[in-house]
């Protein structure tokens, strides 16, 4: 890759860095932006991004409160899922359907945000046993307003909301916080250059099941993303693709939720042995780590100097 485009993509990840600095006043979240920069360091501090927000400390997943104990315990960064009502509103919600987090029952995309307002989410991870609460399911607009100038947030569309979900972001003064994602093809333009992904920091996701490391990368590393998202099934994949990213200066962000996403290296098996598991993905070079047990992985990174306390 030439300097060019090298500092192309600096430039560019310099412009969301200033709309933060412009749109929000909290430095924390300029410290974690200024994260998402190009770097080759190698001993760059691993990042702490919590999967539904911080749901595991009595709270219901993807809710306010939810977030709110992440910006509490320090995590970096926020995954969260957003859908569309069927009157066009954005609301965070995993699910197609309400049945497993809420007292209700459908799509989301055949109820109104009159009637979401009305369902009370469950705590933790839901189902029917799972205890209500009094929070309903929040709208998009909602969150970013909560979360604006305290934490990175990812966003995890579940249609093609993108656009929309960046009216929102910009309406709130939030665009320079937010890491939008999308799965690429070996034929895709680098996603700095789509819009809108072009106005916030973009992640491309490089599945393994889509094809080579080799190849997917190839077109997405030319201009500098600042991070890509790995999944696969094989380490062997990591191996392969981790040095390519590192090069270029992005980071390598992986997901220990589900055996299908990084090689079988799950959070239920690192909470007994960490360095097996999270441990043997930052040695592979892994530098965002996406978890359902945020505390425990960034108490696990400051016992390694990969974290060290306070810094954030």
Known sequence: MDARKHWFA??????????????????????????????????????????????????????????????????????????????????????????????????VQDLTLKQLR???????????????????????EEAMIALRGSILVNVDAKANIFNAALEVLERTGTAGQVIMKRGVSAADAPLLQVAPFNRVFAMPIVSERTGAASALLQSQLAVTPPAVELVFADLAYLHVAAPMIQRVGS????????????????????????????????????????????????KYLESKGRRPPGEF
Request: proline share 5%; net charge positive.
């Open 251 to 298: 980071r390598v962000w992986v997901n220990t939720l589900k055996r299908k996403h990084a090689g079988g290296m799950r959070d239920v098996e690192a909470l007994v042995h960490p360095d097996a598991v999270w441990g043997r993905l930052i040695d592979a070079g892994a530098t965002v780590i996406q978890t359902d047990e945020p505390l425990a992985l960034r």
């Open 118 to 140: 009305k369902l009370r989410l469950r705590k933790g991870s839901g189902g029917p046993r799972a205890r209500l609460t009094r929070e309903t399911p929040p709208t998009f």
């Open 10 to 107: 600096i430039a560019l990840c310099t412009f969301a860095i200033f709309a933060v600095r412009t749109a929000v006043a909290d430095g924390r979240v300029m410290l974690l932006a200024e994260q998402l920069l190009p770097s080759i360091a190698l001993d760059r501090p691993v990042l702490v991004v919590a999967h539904r927000g911080c749901w595991k400390h009595n709270a219901p997943e993807n809710s306010l409160s939810s977030f709110k104990a992440c910006v509490d315990i320090g995590v970096d960064a926020i995954e969260m899922d957003v859908r569309r009502t069927r009157d066009g509103v954005l609301v965070v919600m995993h699910d197609e359907t309400v049945d497993r987090t809420t007292n209700g029952k459908g799509r």
